[in-house]
């Protein structure tokens, strides 16, 4: 068979096969293939199948370098014109003789073999090769000025240091964000400097020239939880409709008699999305649905182990500071902004030296951590913040289920309570309720660690079945299978949008998990799970 009606017939196979996860096949439709491929093991009269994960990673290794050796093959020069993704090509080594293989039943491992670790890193990799494929909308922001944009209303509320304007240019919508300047003078450069913490943490878009190198903040890469920076500019600080009503002391003297501000100010232009986090709830509090709470829950504990795996602290979480995507069917995209309070210097990672009381602390005392909160300044203290933003999504956890959260004002003691004494989370089920409760933990040593947290949810979200205690002793096969054929199945579902520029939030949800996660941490955090009782009780 030809090498292009392989990868043709691999890529209908595959996506048969697929759909409803890995199953047998018949032999008649791969047999001319397998017959080009190389055999199985065979020890007497019997075949000896490897299994799923093993045959993918010998195979694709054993034929690789073979089938790439036929420089004429009319695919070769599709592949490296740009007009095949090459995954095309792994299916045309690997895509038609894994029909015959089963599960080793054998296998009692608690953990993955390094063979199946390094195929589940190359179906990952397979699967981020594919989503790179999908263009973005994309709006050359560079050298723009405030003219450039036709500001429209206000999003948001007004906070002390920026108000954020739903924007267009060129049609396309997006949000600007005028930065209060009461200090810096109006140069570019001392804009560029004063403004730089959150210029400097948040991601960009490539387009947009990298900032000094020698920044002493740490550069978040792109996550689908936090907002992007798509441009910046500086600009004479404008009047805008609401200005004088909403943020009058921001205003120069030459704009408003009594205003602080200086002439020029610094802006940024955002995503712009529907609300804020606490706007949504608002808007759907008596009709939010359980499974829409906890993607909203995952979507924040995702973002939220994005910045604490980079080095970055919050320390301004709350639900104003959270924008929320709506979506007319499907689920809401969430992601995490306003890092003006962040601690994000090289130097400090999430420990920050706590010597004088003149240090800051953070924003939004509210939410700030038990161990933030009853911090003591001195020589050689520390204040410790790599589960402080953790502890914040827990209270945040109670709105997103419906009720207010326990620390509103100081209805509970941050310094002395114990999570027994915390309300119970009536509109969430008890899986949530035990996660919700552990993030709370007032000591940061008892909660878990945010990556485990965020597994735990995406698994709730994803594969609940899988997480309850009932299950089975050993979870590692039945994760091992779902980890599969969800990477392969999404893998071809974010396939069909090759010619669009938008992925679906469940896609992309799932895409940020699977792309980060590992068969191994999914098992930890059921079995984390599995260590508390009554979590048996169904999801939704």
């Known amino acids: 068979?030809?090498?292009?009606?392989?990868?043709?017939?691999?890529?209908?196979?595959?996506?048969?096969s697929f759909k409803g996860g890995i199953h047998h096949a018949t032999p008649r439709s791969t047999s001319t293939v397998q017959n080009a491929m190389i055999k199985p093991k065979v020890i007497g009269d019997q075949v000896q199948p490897p299994i799923v994960r093993k045959f993918f990673f010998a195979h694709w290794l054993q034929n690789s370098s073979r089938v790439v050796s036929f420089k004429n093959y009319p695919i070769e020069r599709t592949v490296a014109n740009g007009r095949m993704n090459p995954m095309l090509l792994f299916l045309a080594l690997v895509g038609f003789t894994y029909m015959e293989v089963k599960e080793n039943e054998t296998s009692g491992s608690a953990t993955c073999s390094p063979e199946e670790e390094k195929?589940?890193?190359?179906?990952?990799?397979?699967?981020?090769?594919?989503?790179?494929?999908?263009?973005?909308?994309?709006?050359?922001?560079?050298?723009?000025?405030?003219?450039?944009?036709?500001?429209?209303?206000?999003?948001?509320?007004?906070s002390c240091n920026s108000a954020v304007y739903a924007a267009e240019i060129h049609d396309?919508?997006?949000?600007?964000k005028m930065l209060f300047n009461y200090s810096a003078s109006s140069q570019s450069v001392s804009l560029e400097k004063a403004f730089s913490k959150e210029l400097a943490v948040l991601p960009r878009n490539e387009e947009i020239p990298t900032m000094n190198d020698t920044s002493r903040y740490t550069r978040l890469p792109n996550h689908f939880n936090v907002i992007k920076v798509l441009g910046h500019f500086a600009d004479n600080t404008p009047v805008l409709s609401d200005a004088v009503d909403s943020y009058p002391l921001a205003l120069p003297s030459r704009l408003y008699r009594d205003g602080y501000g200086r002439n020029r100010t610094m802006f940024c232009v955002m995503q712009k999305f529907s609300g804020t986090l606490h706007d949504y709830i608002a808007k759907h509090k008596d009709n939010l649905h359980t499974k829409t709470s906890l993607a909203l829950l995952a979507q924040l504990l995702e973002g939220l182990r994005h910045l604490n795996i980079h080095g970055v602290a919050h320390r301004d979480l709350k639900s104003d500071n959270i924008l929320v995507n709506e979506s007319a069917n499907g689920m809401p995209h969430l992601v995490i902004t306003d890092l003006g309070c962040c601690l994000a210097e090289?130097?400090?990672?999430?420990?920050?030296?706590?010597?004088?009381?003149?240090?800051?602390?953070?924003?939004?005392?509210?939410?700030?951590a038990p161990e933030v909160v009853s911090a003591e300044p001195g020589p050689g203290q520390i204040i410790d913040y790599s589960k402080s933003d953790e502890w914040a999504a827990g209270a945040i956890g109670y709105e997103i289920f419906g009720q207010k959260h326990p620390f509103q004002n100081q209805t509970v003691d941050?310094?002395?309570?114990?999570?027994?004494?915390?309300?119970?989370?009536?509109?969430?089920?008890?899986?949530v309720r035990v996660l919700i409760k552990e993030l709370l933990q007032r000591h940061p040593n008892d909660r878990p660690d945010i990556s485990l947290a965020a597994t735990v949810c995406q698994m709730l979200l994803w594969a609940p079945d899988l997480c309850m205690v009932d299950n089975?002793?050993?979870?590692?096969?039945?994760?091992?299978?779902?980890?599969?054929?969800?990477?392969?199945?999404?893998?071809?579902?974010?396939?069909?949008?090759?010619?669009?520029?938008?992925?679906?939030?469940?896609?992309?949800?799932?895409?940020s998990f699977l792309s980060r996660t590992s068969v191994d941490e999914i098992v930890k955090a059921i079995r984390w799970l599995h260590g508390f009782s009554n979590v048996d009780t169904p999801l939704y």
């Open 1 to 16: 068979m030809p090498l292009r009606q392989a990868l043709e017939t691999g890529l209908r196979f595959a996506k048969r």
């Open 414 to 431: 941050k310094e002395s309570y114990n999570i027994d004494h915390l309300p119970e989370l009536k509109g969430a089920p008890m899986a």
């Open 119 to 158: 195929l589940h890193r190359l179906l990952q990799d397979m699967l981020q090769s594919t989503a790179k494929n999908i263009p973005e909308v994309s709006v050359n922001h560079t050298g723009k000025k405030l003219k450039d944009y036709r500001i429209k209303e206000r999003l948001g509320k007004a």
């Open 472 to 511: 089975q002793a050993s979870p590692l096969d039945n994760v091992k299978r779902w980890f599969e054929r969800m990477t392969l199945s999404l893998t071809f579902g974010i396939w069909e949008y090759q010619d669009q520029q938008d992925i679906p939030v469940e896609k992309q949800v799932l895409l």
């Open 172 to 176: 396309n919508p997006c949000a600007l």
């Open 346 to 368: 090289k130097r400090h990672g999430l420990k920050l030296p706590f010597e004088t009381d003149e240090t800051s602390k953070g924003g939004n005392a509210e939410l700030m």
